[in-house]
């Protein structure tokens, strides 16, 4: 079992930065890949970035390419989504997931990840 808890989110003005944790439990950090998801009302969750187990690896959907940064620390257990210029279209739910079948893979599929967090809540206003 793993859990997954994230923080972070709040309310930003456009062009402003936030920076979401997701804290990992249970079994071994290190060993999988872990991933950013976000679902805005009445959406679809999407894809925003992930991390294989290293560090070494990351990929990120399109539209936040460039302002969005995934990184990871596995000895405090942890993952990172650095968010800047965030724009109105960023409003979202943020999920954290885990992705525990894979090492190397930074899979855009949530069909690929195990786990996930409760959420956590972005709002960017205009």
């Known amino acids: 079992q793993v859990q997954l808890v994230e923080s972070g989110g709040g309310l930003v003005q456009a062009g402003g930065s936030l920076r979401l944790s997701c804290a990992a439990s249970g079994r071994a950090f290190s060993p999988y890949a872990m991933g950013w998801f976000r679902q805005a009302p009445g959406k679809e969750r999407e894809f925003v970035a992930a991390?294989?187990?290293?560090?070494?690896?990351?990929n990120y959907a399109d539209s936040v390419k460039g302002r969005f940064t995934i990184s990871r620390d596995n000895i405090k257990n942890m993952v990172y989504l650095q968010m800047n210029s965030l724009k109105p279209e960023d409003t979202a739910a943020y999920y954290c997931?885990?992705?525990?079948?894979?090492?190397?893979?930074?899979?855009?599929?949530?069909?690929?990840?195990?786990?996930w967090g409760q959420g956590t809540q972005v709002a960017v206003s205009s």
């Open positions: 991390i294989n187990w290293s560090g070494s690896s990351t």
């Open positions: 997931a885990a992705d525990t079948d894979r090492r190397a893979d930074t899979s855009k599929e949530s069909g690929a990840y195990d786990y």
